[in-house]
Antibody
Framework: QVQLVQSGAEMKKPGSSVKVSCKAS????????VTWVRQAPGQGLEWMGR????????NYAQNLQGRVTITADKSTSTAYMELGSLKPDDTAVYYC???????????WGQGTLVTVSS | QSALTQPASVSGSPGQSLTISCTGT?????????VSWFQQHPGKAPKLMIY???KRPSGVSNRFSGSKSDNTASLTISGLQAEDQADYFC???????????FGGGTKLTVL
């Protein structure tokens, strides 16, 4: 089981972008996929997208297509999620998680709070 | 509105068993044995409790079990304990172009 450590909290203005990192501090991505999930305050979980770090292939949620980019650096076992054209509705805790088959997210980062406010 | 439907809340007394349902469609829950369940305590990251419908990760109590019938998946918790009080989310793979969908979550209260 890989251990994931995310970057710190961010405060952003509407219209700007944010980039959150997720590093495997113990183990490597190896055969894991890396999924990004967000949770708005008091709300449920929303799947944002997933990358296969070994192949560099990413898939995205349809409602975020065009605004979100997920990348991975195999050499440092670090994944990144960049979300652009930020809106106040994007205020949420953003999590990365490791999975073997899309839904079996068995290793989670600690979460990164992104606040979007003017 | 979430793609998978869960009851907003359930409650039970210590020692009881209860079941949380997760209803999808023939495109997600009904079409793949790739349904998982997560437990989330306030302020914490979710924790995987069940994956691939019925499998339990190492370290998860055998009081938690999963099942599926047609388009509905279920999480059963037996011998309810105070520490089980949390939010529970289901999740299913659904293939391209949506890939993964979550339920809206169920708040479990231990009376």
């Amino acid at each position: 089981q890989v251990q994931l450590v995310q970057s710190g909290a961010e405060m952003k203005k509407p219209g700007s972008s944010v980039k959150v990192s997720c590093k495997a501090s113990r183990g490597t991505f190896s055969s894991y996929g890396v999924t990004w999930v967000r949770q708005a305050p008091g709300q449920g979980l929303e799947w944002m997208g997933r990358i296969n770090p070994m192949l560099g292939i990413a898939n995205y949620a349809q409602n975020l297509q065009g605004r979100v980019t997920i990348t991975a650096d195999k050499s440092t076992s670090t994944a990144y999620m960049e979300l652009g054209s930020l809106k106040p509705d994007d205020t949420a805790v953003y999590y990365c998680a490791g999975d073997l088959q899309w839904q079996d997210l068995d290793s989670w980062g600690q979460g990164t709070l992104v606040t979007v406010s003017s | 509105q979430s793609a998978l439907t869960q009851p907003a809340s359930v409650s039970g007394s210590p020692g009881q068993s209860l079941t949380i349902s997760c209803t999808g469609t023939s495109s997600d829950v009904g079409n793949y044995n790739l349904v998982s369940w997560f437990q989330q305590h306030p302020g914490k990251a979710p924790k995987l409790m069940i994956y691939e419908v019925t499998k339990r990760p190492s370290g998860v109590s055998n009081r938690f079990s999963g099942s599926k019938s047609d388009n509905t998946a279920s999480l059963t918790i037996s011998g309810l304990q105070a520490e089980d009080q949390a939010d529970y989310f289901c999740c299913s793979y659904t293939g391209s172009p949506t890939f993964v969908v979550f339920g809206g979550g169920t708040k479990l209260t231990v009376l």
